[in-house]
């Protein structure tokens, strides 16, 4: 007997634990189906409500991403140009670092140009921009497009060449003209001014005392048919202008940034406030 009632114990304990098992599985389904069944009902109530608040009168706002930010960029460079007490009408690019970035330079270009300026040359002492014009006058109009949208039918830019002066590129009427400059254009245009006064008095066209400041003048203007830099920014930590138009920006004001690359429109323009703030006293 004591055999028997062991046996029919370890049976009852046994069908206990089944009974516990069985109702522990029960009550997690229960759980889970009841859990899935609120998160529905929540997702049923909220998510209307979501988007009828969304499409409400007075929340049909639009974002589009970028576009405002752009907007908002013209509209400012349109605004800085005319808040400032004077405006330079000829920008020169010193860039005096050994890897220049066409990007960035080209995003200088197009400020100047959203902001009024119509006279920029760009320069580096080793001749690549003067080498890469081509790239470099892609990359301004490809970026006249990105940052100016739809106002860029109202911006045009006229590219000299070397040879005549001429343009090379036109977009419309000419309202921002951009030279490419490399040394050549700087003590070596004053010796080909002075060779041409020499052959001026050779001829007869011209006598020796002649020659002063407004000749000389004249001369170099007649071979860059551009106005002489008011204001020349310089990228990079050299303390030189490395021969960049040594007799056109006697009277300029120079003003040094620490490099072009990734440069922020927020530094330009500082440099910009920093010429108009300024007192050029042309030697007096």
Not at 112 to 126: E, K, L, P, R
Not at 227 to 244: A, E, I, N
Not at 257 to 268: G, M, R, T, W
Request: aromatic share 10%; with cysteine; proline share 4%.
């Amino acid at each position: 007997m004591a055999v028997v009632y062991e046996f029919v114990w370890r049976m009852l304990h046994a069908l206990l634990h089944l009974q516990r098992t069985i109702l522990s599985w029960f009550r997690i389904s229960i759980w889970n189906w009841n859990w899935r069944l609120w998160r529905r009902a929540v997702a049923a109530v909220l998510v209307p409500a979501m988007f009828g608040f969304q499409n409400h009168p007075h929340n049909n706002k639009k974002l589009v991403p970028g576009g405002g930010k752009k907007s908002c960029g013209r509209v400012r460079w349109k605004s800085d140009g005319k808040s400032l007490e004077k405006l330079p009408l000829h920008v020169g690019l010193l860039i005096a670092e050994e890897e220049p970035r066409y990007t960035d330079i080209a995003n200088l270009v197009v400020w100047c140009m959203a902001v009024g300026i119509s006279y920029v040359s760009v320069y580096d002492n080793q001749g690549i921009f003067r080498r890469n014009n081509s790239r470099l006058m892609d990359e301004i109009l490809k970026q006249q497009q990105e940052l100016l949208g739809l106002d860029s039918l109202k911006y045009s830019v006229e590219f000299l060449n070397k040879s005549n002066d001429k343009p090379e590129q036109q977009v419309l009427s000419c309202q921002a003209t951009v030279k490419v400059l490399s040394p050549d254009d700087g003590k070596p245009s004053i010796v080909k001014a002075a060779q041409k006064f020499c052959q001026l008095v050779e001829h007869q066209q011209q006598r020796s005392t002649d020659l002063d400041v407004n000749m000389l003048d004249s001369l170099l203007r007649g071979t860059k048919g551009m106005p002489d830099p008011d204001l020349v920014m310089k990228f990079g930590t050299v303390d030189s202008t490395l021969g960049f138009l040594p007799w056109h920006i006697r009277l300029a004001e120079i003003i040094s940034l620490p490099s072009h690359i990734n440069i922020k429109y927020e530094d330009f323009f500082s440099a910009l406030k920093c010429y108009a703030g300024c007192e050029q006293r042309l030697g007096k």
